[in-house]
């Protein structure tokens, strides 16, 4: 079992920036599928960003350019740099992890990101 725990969010305006935080409780090298995950009211979690274990990222369309994924195998932490964040933003951002490809298999609690116009 891999108890993964975000940090980080929180309200921030129009155009502001956060930066999460997902601390796994085991080693993070070992997960060919780590990332970072949304979900607004009334909406499917949709995939926000991911990193392999060799650091080649993907993003959604919606945030190229104004968010970052990486991680830090050392601390067994995967960050999100969100800037430019707009109201749209504005969802519960969930960590994902798992080792087989596809949906991954564990998950955080999640933390509340809050775009106010």
């Known amino acids: 079992q891999v108890q993964l725990v975000e940090s980080g969010g929180g309200l921030v305006q129009d155009g502001g920036s956060l930066r999460l935080s997902c601390a796994a409780s085991r080693s993070i090298f070992r997960f060919n599928v780590l990332g970072w995950y949304r979900q607004a009211i009334g909406k499917q979690r949709e995939l926000v960003a991911t990193?392999?274990?060799?650091?080649?990222?993907n993003y959604a369309d919606s945030v190229k350019g104004r968010f970052t994924i990486s991680r830090d195998n050392a601390k067994n932490t995967v960050y999100l740099q969100m800037n430019s964040l707009k109201p749209e933003d504005t969802a519960v951002y969930y960590c994902?992890?798992?080792?087989?490809?596809?949906?991954?298999?564990?998950w955080g609690q999640g933390t509340q990101v809050t775009v106010s116009s």
């Open positions: 990193i392999t274990p060799g650091g080649t990222t």
């Open positions: 994902g992890a798992g080792i087989a490809a596809g949906l991954p298999r564990y």
